[in-house]
């Protein structure tokens, strides 16, 4: 396949690639740094963390990924909403899939860790494994070291609470889980962290397998997630696209469990609709299966292409909703933005509602809107537009030379800001990669945060690149004292 040729250099084709690296030697960039800048992209390998409840789970996601971002509290399962977190390490990127978070329900401790662990081990390319080396292994343990044999994947095994030489012979002990050497960490104090994670990397793939499953097959049928919060319409509005029942639908909030994969016809094309269990509200006990939840509707978005994200225009726009649209965007996934129940709004409601957009949905502007009605079929005729809208915007890319002449037009009529007595300067750019889009621009100096987002709108300006999130990196020139 001719992809492979220029599979280290991005996207850019060989003769582009060559002169893009010839001007940043020219600007004085270290040509092997800026390899791996235009390499960064496409799908990450998936670790997922797996291990009983109150083991340190996500203490050590907050130490992997080094920031504190999973919720951490002297109680089991206290895990929520956030499922997956980008990390590195020795300069490799992967991602972190935290599987702690369910609480004890009907199905018994055992059958919640085992159904949690389960689906976070089939998402991931390597697990790494979390016992309490002051606690050593229990029976749940010894089921769990089952399950991870079953699944084939690499496994890391780590024993935290280590929090000192006295407790290194404790964790000793774990060689008997037959899993191999027990790696002693201090999640809370950092000890150990280094050694486990060359050890995870040494059972990373580069890069999965495959890319959105067999979606991007050519000729394959484009893959759709519908998310959104439990009880917008998600499976009527699957239903209402099908032209028969064939999901659940249930007045109950939450009756969809599991993602239902379904080809359908729309628009004269067959798509593949992923219909996902709706994301729980923020509640402070979130029952094991809402957490389970939110998982699989992870799993979606990482099958998906493009993220239809179905929003109750009869209610007040929820930071729910928000967080949802965030958790698509960060995907990296083409974004359509369906508000259902518009056949119940009245006029008072839509100009409450416009105001609402506005305001909180200002972030991703660049999302085509539908208003549809699941239950009559409203407006599902513009359904398929959008979404083809969307996924063009998704596999946009600018040649080199044509970005370079927008840059230095925008870098003319709108230099950056001076700060400190300096004025940075955008020297030249390329897009790395699409789906979504990625742009790497090199700098003279630091690009603060609102200039970089007056670019990435002067870019949709120009460019379009409607219903897809795009990604900015900026790699600035470092000062080269007399080197060769």
Same mark, same amino acid.
């Given at each position: 396949?001719?992809?492979d040729?220029?599979a280290?250099?991005?996207?850019l084709g ?6 893009f690296?010839?001007l ?11 390899d791996?800048?235009?390499?960064g992209?496409g799908p990450?390998p998936? #670790?997922?963390?797996?291990g009983?409840?109150n083991?340190g789970?996500?203490?050590?996601v907050n130490?992997i990924?080094?920031r504190?971002e999973?919720v951490?509290e002297?109680r089991p399962?206290v ?5 997956s977190y ?5 300069g490799r990127?992967f991602?972190?899939l935290?599987?702690?978070?369910w ?9 919640m860790v ?7 081990i089939?998402?991931?390319?390597a ?10 292994a229990?029976d749940t ?5 089952r #399950?991870?044999?079953r699944?084939?994947?690499p496994?890391?095994l780590?024993?935290?609470?280590v929090?000192?030489p006295s ?5 000793a002990? #774990?060689?008997s889980?037959?899993?191999g050497?027990p790696y002693?960490?201090?999640?809370l ?7 486990l ?6 059972v990373?793939?580069e890069?999965?397998?495959q890319l959105?499953?067999?979606g991007?097959a050519?000729?394959g049928p484009?893959r759709?997630?519908?998310i959104?919060r439990?009880n917008v319409?998600?499976?009527s ?6 032209g028969e029942?064939?999901v659940?639908?249930n007045?109950l909030a939450g009756?969809t469990?599991?993602p239902?994969?379904?080809?359908i016809?729309l628009g004269g094309?067959?798509?593949k609709f992923?219909?996902?269990?709706g994301?729980r509200r923020?509640?402070?006990l979130?029952?094991?299966?809402d957490?389970?939840a939110?998982?699989?509707t ?13 929003v109750?225009a009869?209610?007040t726009l929820?930071e729910q909703?928000?967080?949802i649209?965030?958790m698509?965007?960060?995907?990296g996934?083409?974004?359509v933005?369906?508000y ?7 006029e008072?409601?839509?100009f409450y509602?416009e105001r609402?957009?506005?305001r909180?949905?200002?972030q991703?502007?660049?999302a085509?809107r539908v208003n ?15 979404i ?6 998704w596999?946009?890319r ?5 970005l370079n002449?927008f ?6 009529a709108h230099p950056h800001p001076?700060?400190?007595g300096k004025?940075p300067?955008?020297l ?5 990669g699409?789906r979504p889009p990625r ?11 609102g200039?970089?987002?007056f670019v990435?709108r ?5 460019f379009g690149?409607v219903g897809?999130?795009i990604s900015i990196?900026v ?7 007399k080197k060769?």
């Open positions: 396949m001719s992809n040729t220029t280290h250099h991005g996207e060989d003769s582009e690639y060559a002169e690296m010839a940043a030697a020219e600007e004085g960039f270290d040509t092997d740094e800026v791996a800048d235009l390499d992209h990450l998936v #670790l997922a963390i797996v009983r409840p083991v789970k996500s203490t050590l130490r990924i080094g504190r999973a951490v002297d399962g895990t929520r909403d956030r499922v980008e990390a590195m390490w020795a990127r991602k972190v935290d599987t702690g978070g609480e004890i329900d009907v199905l018994g401790i055992d059958a085992a159904a949690q662990a389960e689906l976070g089939e998402q991931a390319d697990v790494l494994f979390v016992v309490d080396a002051t606690i050593g229990t343990d010894d089921a769990l070291v #399950l991870i044999r699944s084939g994947k496994v890391v780590c024993a935290n609470k929090d000192g407790t290194e012979a404790e964790a002990y #774990l060689w889980l037959g899993l050497e002693p960490v201090s999640a104090h950092g000890r150990g962290s280094g050694d994670l060359d050890a995870v990397l040494a990373l793939p890069a999965p397998p959105f499953g067999d991007l050519p000729g484009r759709v997630a519908l959104g439990p319409g998600k499976s509005l699957l239903n209402k696209v099908a029942d064939r659940v639908v007045e009756t469990r599991d239902v994969d379904e080809l016809e094309k067959t798509w992923i219909d996902t269990a994301i923020r509640v402070h979130t029952s094991g299966a957490f389970y939110s998982l699989r992870s799993a979606a978005l990482d099958k998906a292409e493009v993220a239809v994200v179905l109750d009869s209610e929820a909703d928000t967080r649209i965030s698509a965007v960060e995907a996934r083409a974004v933005i369906a259902n129940k518009w056949d119940q709004l009245d008072e409601r839509r509602l609402e957009i506005e909180d949905l200002v991703v502007q660049w085509p549809v009605s699941a239950k009559t079929g409203r407006h599902m005729e513009k359904l398929v537009p959008a083809e809208t969307a996924l063009a915007g596999e946009t600018i040649p080199t030379a044509r002449a840059l230095g037009e925008l870098v003319a001076i700060r400190g004025q300067r955008i030249f750019g390329t897009q790395a699409t742009f790497v621009l090199f700098a003279s100096g630091f690009l603060e945060a200039y970089r987002r990435e002067r870019l949709r300006e120009e690149f897809t999130p990196s790699r600035v020139r470092e000062k080269r004292n060769k």
